[in-house]
């Protein structure tokens, strides 16, 4: 007997253990669900911005096809803006075969690991720094796949937050109701007990009086009973878990719908906002004016430079129709009779105008004005840009009176250099015609009427050498002078212009020598400028070298260039000389007590001719030491001469 009560103890702790198990399993599967699906819905959401910010950079490779061809970027830098722009730390670009294209701040995409974005579907990097995405691209250029990493900030502190919060919540749920089940156990066992023991008792004694299975008894009945409703249950239970079922799946479509709804709601806002922020920005920092007109010609809104134009704070002018602030109120379609008809859209303006200023005064200005319809063609309001050209038509006039007066100018010059040579040449020829007539009457004896027709005859050729170089200069500079380009050996005139510096060279005692690499070089250029181009630079070595030497040196360069170097041991320049050498009539040796005479035309005319043909010249210098001049010409650059007439005829203007 003692037994067969602990075998009824048993069953019934059983029982209990069973129940509050299966109660236990059934807060674990609450607290699951509520953990995951919580958590899942913080990460859809974080991740949900981040996908939204990443279709920033699919739809501007769609809307600019061209930052992306030849697999690469073509403009990394725009790119990169967009990038700090947006928050992002890398981008790839992956190719539809999942090959690499391109990217930008490549390492910091490896060291976040982004290829794990598409492989684990991790969004936040290991230290939380980064969060990455991966969306799929289709534009005309690119076809393929992109990660782009952003900086998550406080969103990763926040997600980590938010899971803690709902991993203690689902705990706590769990705690509160294991101990909820266990203590409503204990409390509805005690009665089932007593009921399971009274039907034990009974059982046993039916089973001990009457033998067990021939009659049913009471408890039999009360059995049979308590199936039928057990089995009624089940059935009502299996109905209304099919009909649970039905509502869930209704009710998740129904979610996932608003769901849905409510992203693309939030979606749409915030494209409206940014766009509204871009507008506003815009408006307000335009360089020129931009005025907002409502429908019946009245002010709106303006920005600062519009106020800043006309000189009214905005408070002013709000409300206050367009055209008083035009000349005699003249602004087409914005007068009284231009708003008479309904809804009559005023005709797009775009137009020069005189604009009131708020102390009386007119400026010029350039109106443009367009309407702004709604989505049916009604107008809505008018945006007019207005930009101030006082300054640029003021500028215009001047520059229109400079230019009257510099083809005066050029006019006057030309006009004066034509007489003044006719004037100087004439006499000057029939002076130095002259002088070997004289010389030839003179005795031999008359030494020192000798000296003074030499001293004429060398003021005169000094006098004429100094208008060729004037006229020339002036001829080079105006663009007068028509170069003929041809190929022609510049060994062989260099060699032919040091044989007539001989015997200059040999009365001042000094050694001129000439070499050269090959015994013909050839280069296309303007033959009559390169001559007086050595000339003078040989004769200048020549005067301004007391003794020593004048080398000149032609070397053929094996990248189609050809270097001349005239050399000497004189006088040499200053280095501040050396920065003002090629400017007209400058010398270092200036006053009425100058050693060695000259017109400072000479380097000039040098510089003038050296560009004309398209050559380089160097110079190098130490005063007492000597001098080099190199002249480099260019045989690969090739214009025909209309064209490099014409281009050197715009640079002197």
Do not use: W
Request: proline fraction near 2%.
């Amino acid at each position: 007997m003692l037994n067969f009560n602990r075998l009824k103890r048993s069953r019934s702790q059983k029982l209990q253990l069973k129940l509050t198990i299966q109660f236990a399993l059934f807060f674990i599967l609450v607290s699951g669900f509520i953990y995951f699906y919580f958590t899942n819905k913080f990460e859809g959401q974080i991740n949900e911005k981040y996908t939204y910010k990443a279709d920033v950079f699919i739809n501007f490779f769609i809307q600019n096809p061209q930052v992306f061809s030849e697999k690469k970027f073509t403009d990394p830098e725009i790119l990169q803006q967009l990038l700090f722009l947006n928050g992002a730390v890398y981008l790839v670009v992956e190719g539809s075969n999942g090959d690499y294209l391109d990217a930008l701040n490549l390492e910091a995409a490896e060291k976040n690991l982004y290829i794990l974005t598409q492989d684990q579907g991790k969004g936040i990097s290991q230290d939380e720094k980064v969060y990455r995405v991966s969306l799929p691209v289709n534009a005309d250029s690119l076809s393929g796949k992109i990660y782009v990493g952003f900086l998550s900030g406080d969103d990763a502190q926040e997600l980590f937050k938010n899971n803690l919060l709902t991993a203690l919540f689902s705990l706590t749920i769990l705690m509160a109701g294991i101990v909820f089940t266990y203590f409503l156990s204990s409390i509805s066992f005690r009665p089932l007990s007593k009921i399971i023991k009274a039907l034990d008792s009974a059982n046993i004694t039916s089973g001990t009086t009457s033998g067990r299975g021939k009659n049913k008894d009471e408890l039999g009945i009360i059995e049979d009973r308590v199936k039928l409703v057990l089995t009624e249950l089940d059935k009502s239970t299996s109905e209304v878990e099919s009909l649970n079922k039905k509502l869930h799946d209704v009710f998740k479509d129904k979610i996932a719908e608003l769901n849905f709804e409510i992203n693309q709601r939030k979606k749409a806002e915030i494209s409206l906002q940014k766009s509204e922020e871009q507008f506003r920005t815009v408006f307000q920092n335009a360089p020129i004016g931009i005025v907002i007109i409502s429908t019946d010609g009245k002010i709106l809104s303006v920005n600062k430079s519009f106020c800043d134009t006309i000189g009214f704070d905005r408070e002013e002018i709000i409300g206050v129709p367009i055209k008083y602030l035009f000349e005699k109120n003249d602004l087409e379609g914005f007068s009284d009779s231009s708003f008479s008809a309904s809804n009559t859209p005023v005709a797009d303006i775009n137009t020069e105008k005189k604009l009131l200023k708020k102390e009386g005064r007119e400026i010029n200005v350039i109106v443009k004005s367009v309407s702004v319809q709604d989505e049916t063609g009604k107008v809505k309001h008018y945006v007019m840009q207005v930009l101030d050209i006082s300054e640029m038509t003021k500028v215009q006039s001047e520059l229109v009176d400079a230019l009257g007066k510099a083809e005066e100018s050029d006019r006057l010059k030309s006009a004066f250099l034509a007489q003044m040579s006719h004037e100087i040449r004439t006499p000057l020829n029939v002076i130095l015609t002259s002088i070997p007539l004289l010389a030839d009457e003179i005795s031999e004896k008359d030494e020192e009427l000798k000296i003074i027709l030499d001293s004429v005859k060398s003021a005169g050729r000094r006098l004429q050498r100094t208008i060729d170089m004037i006229l020339s200069m002036s001829s080079v500079q105006s663009g007068n002078y028509k170069a003929t380009f041809e190929q022609f050996d510049l060994v062989g005139d260099l060699k032919k212009m040091t044989n007539e510096f001989k015997s200059l060279s040999e009365d001042k005692g000094l050694k001129l020598k000439f070499t050269h690499s090959k015994e013909q070089v050839n280069i296309t250029a303007d033959r009559y400028t390169v001559n007086q181009v050595f000339q003078n630079l040989i004769n200048n070595a020549i005067k301004y070298t007391l003794k020593g030497y004048v080398e000149v040196y032609i070397k053929d360069l094996v990248d189609d260039k050809v270097k001349v170097e005239i050399r000497d041991s004189g006088i040499g320049m200053s280095q501040e000389y050396l920065q003002k050498m090629f400017v007209p009539f400058s010398q270092e040796d200036v006053g009425h007590k100058r050693e060695f005479e000259g017109n400072g035309l000479g380097l000039a005319l040098v510089k003038k001719y050296i560009e004309l043909n398209r050559a380089d010249i160097n110079v190098e210098s130490e005063k007492n030491i000597g001098s080099v001049f190199t002249v480099t010409f260019h045989n690969n650059i090739n214009f025909t001469e209309a064209e490099f007439s014409e281009k050197r005829q715009n640079k002197y203007r």
